[in-house]
């Protein structure tokens, strides 16, 4: 199944102690990069939240920002951190003595100084709070497949016509193929005959170039791979696994049989399909680099 790795999921839920709000983005990534924003007090989620992400995705960079509020008021708490206080009193009286400053420390200064007031870092009840965030991140991690879904079809269904394309083009490629050589044949006598040598004097060595010639140009065995390939490539589109990396992998090769092709088939009609194909490739290649 051709999933993309562009896409954005929300979930929430209430119970009777907290409230959760999961958010999950995502864009395209060669492995599986999963990022995290959660609040101080709830850090102890992490592996949690990151092995039931790696369970369902395979690729893509991840960002993951939760909320949590705790459903009664009582539980919200500040706490203060002594220790941080005395060394903002201690450094800046030792500022004040040495520059001989008049102005005496008071609660406005202590209180614009950083983390000496913050929320209170309780101790959490893992499975209390597990069972509420577990709803919330599977329903995040639902919406976000299926927005990557719809946009993975939609990708596969303009792969496929891509590839449909490239199969036109190489059917052009087989019936081509054969008139090279002949052509070949004509240009060799054409010249012969303008050089004023007798084409006939010496039939069995024409023959002989000829069939050279054709040894040298011949692409049946890359026409036979390229369709193989194209064959190959339906068969992804069709899979319910990750698809992504193996159909990179495959257009390397449907680009490999393509250069050949361009650069043993001395034609310049030949010429002209193959960069119709290679333009073909470079776009299902822009395609399948935001699949999964």
């Known amino acids: 199944m051709a999933l993309s790795m562009t896409g954005f999921g929300r979930g929430e839920y209430s119970s009777p102690f907290y409230k959760v709000k999961i958010e999950i983005r995502s864009v395209n990534h ?12 709830y850090q102890i989620l992490e592996d949690k939240l990151r092995t039931v992400l790696n ?17 009664l008021e009582s539980e919200k ?44 870092e309780n101790e959490q ?15 995040a991690i639902e919406t976000l497949l299926a927005t990557r879904k719809r946009e993975g079809s939609a990708m596969a269904a303009d792969v496929a ?7 036109e083009l190489t059917k052009q490629v087989a019936e081509r193929a054969p008139a090279v050589t002949e052509s070949y044949r004509n240009r060799l006598e054409k010249r012969l005959a303008e050089l004023d040598l007798d084409v006939m004097a010496d039939p069995a060595r024409i023959a002989t170039e000829i069939a050279l010639y054709a040894d040298r140009t011949n692409i ?19 899979s319910t696994d990750s698809i992504g990396r193996r159909f990179d992998f495959l257009l390397q090769e449907l680009n490999r ?10 034609d310049l009609a030949l010429s002209n399909i193959v960069i119709e194909v290679k333009s073909e490739l470079e776009k299902i290649r822009e395609q399948i680099q935001n699949i999964e």
């Open 55 to 71: 369970e369902s995705l395979a690729r893509g960079k991840v960002d993951i920002t939760v909320a949590i509020q705790p459903a």
């Open 161 to 167: 016509n891509r590839l449909a394309t490239i199969t």
């Open 30 to 41: 060669r492995y599986l990069d999963l990022s995290f924003r959660i609040p101080r007090a």
């Open 220 to 238: 049946d065995e890359e026409i036979t791979r390229l369709q193989s390939h194209l064959v190959q490539g339906r068969d992804l589109l069709k």
């Open 77 to 120: 708490k500040v706490e203060v951190d002594w220790g941080l206080a005395d060394g903002y009193v201690a450094a800046l009286n030792a500022i004040k003595e040495r520059y001989g400053l008049a102005d005496e420390l008071s609660l406005g200064s202590l209180q614009i100084m950083p983390d000496i007031i913050k929320p209170a």
């Open 257 to 266: 049989e393509a250069n050949t092709i361009g650069s043993k088939a001395n």
């Open 125 to 139: 009840d893992l499975e209390v709070l597990w069972d509420a965030v577990q709803p919330a991140l599977m329903e």
